[in-house]
């Protein structure tokens, strides 16, 4: 139910929707929910043809949906982009949690750090020398920047996170707890029968907009600079190894990684578990699909799924003939027998 909470009238939600509104009379909305959780009083959305079907069954007073949905009794917002839609309502429901302007007592910052106006550093970060942090920016709980980092404005980095010395951030970028910025790559060579590190003397640039999930590594270069490219979305547990540089616009989910010195086009994406072998470049658009692995070029526009990461179509086509392999197994040895069988007749 919506005792307590904060409410907006439908007619405020189909103006920040940019919907048509089907219904009459009036309706206070106190949030946004699934088909099947809402509640009277609660808005949800239709993304998908099969889904109106449920639509009938829900509690909602209110649907966000790209046509009417015949047969639903409460109001109803048409839109043209029902996710577009549902993130704009979505942000008019979301809570405020910005931090207050200024530096905590307890924080430690480098004299020689420029800090601009209306920024927040939280409790016990740790500024060092000629940091650079632009107007808005949040710096929470625990960070650790290092020396000579260059953090943009309206920037939101989050409880404990690490950026070593001579990293670069953008401006509206979000870094959520955890997650270590230009920490040393992983190279080595055997030298002597030791292996011995390779220093890692580069740096790392994430541009404007990048938001990193919590938990992930961006490693520095060896020389020049790893470089996260503008708009690109990286979730939890995600690993970019030194050197990498991916393009504007790129989504990698969960526990994907890219090995060192590859390079991703524009809009690529690595879906859960997806991997990039090292050196490899992967044109514009491509799709690596879960727990795959790309360990060669991969041309423009292409999905790609197994390992080696190969085209969609060809690996489905292939795992449904291994699918068939006990069959013609059984088929074959029937075929052996009657071939024996043959032989045999025509000795006697």
């Known amino acids: 139910m919506c005792s307590g909470k904060k409410t ?37 959305f239709v993304s998908k043809a099969k889904m109106k079907s449920k639509a009938l069954e829900s509690k909602a007073s209110a ?20 996710d577009a839609a549902l993130i704009a309502v979505l942000n008019l429901f979301a809570v405020e949690v910005a931090a207050e302007p200024g530096i905590h007592p307890s924080a430690v910052v480098d004299a020689s750090a420029e800090i601009g106006d ?11 020398r000629n940091v650079s942090i632009g107007d808005g920016s949040e710096i929470a709980s625990g960070c650790s920047i290092g020396d000579n980092v260059v953090i943009g404005k309206n920037c939101r980095i989050d409880s404990s996170v690490v ?4 990293c670069v951030i953008g401006n509206n970028c ?37 938001e990193i999930g919590a938990n992930s590594t961006v490693d520095r ?24 540089i991916i393009g504007r616009c790129c ?34 658009g491509v799709v690596v699909t879960t727990r795959a692995t790309a360990l060669n070029d991969i041309p423009a526009g292409m999905t790609v799924s197994g390992t080696p990461g190969r085209d969609m179509k060809d690996h489905m086509r292939q795992l449904v003939h291994v699918h068939r392999l006990p069959k013609m197994a059984k088929q074959m040895k029937e075929l052996v027998k009657r071939v024996q069988d043959l032989e045999a007749s025509k000795n006697n």
């Not at 649907?63 to 029902?82: H, M, P, T």
């Not at 209306?118 to 060092?128: D, K, R, T």
Request: net charge negative; proline share 2%.
């Open 174 to 210: 979000v870094i959520q707890a955890n997650t270590t910025i230009g920490a040393c790559g992983f190279g080595y060579s055997l030298i002597d029968g030791q292996h011995k590190l390779v220093p890692h003397n580069g740096g790392v640039i994430i541009e404007d907009c990048v």
């Open 163 to 166: 950026i070593y010395r001579n």
């Open 118 to 128: 209306n920024v927040s550093i939280g409790p016990c970060a740790c500024i060092g």
């Open 63 to 82: 649907l966000i949906s790209a046509s009417k949905v015949e047969g639903f009794d409460g109001f109803q917002l048409i839109v043209e982009n029902v």
């Open 8 to 44: 907006f009238p439908i007619s405020e939600i189909a103006g920040v929707a940019g919907a048509e509104v089907i219904g009459d009379g009036s309706l206070d909305v106190c949030g946004v929910n699934s088909l099947g959780e809402a509640c009277q009083g609660e808005i949800s």
């Open 251 to 284: 989504l990698l989910a969960g526990r994907s990684a890219i090995a060192g010195s590859s390079v991703l086009g524009d809009g690529v994406v690595l879906a859960g578990d997806g991997g990039v072998g090292d050196n490899c470049t992967l044109g514009d």
């Open 221 to 244: 270069a060896k020389f020049g600079n790893t470089i996260i490219g503008a708009g690109t979305k990286i979730d939890n547990f995600v690993m970019v190894a030194h050197n990498v």
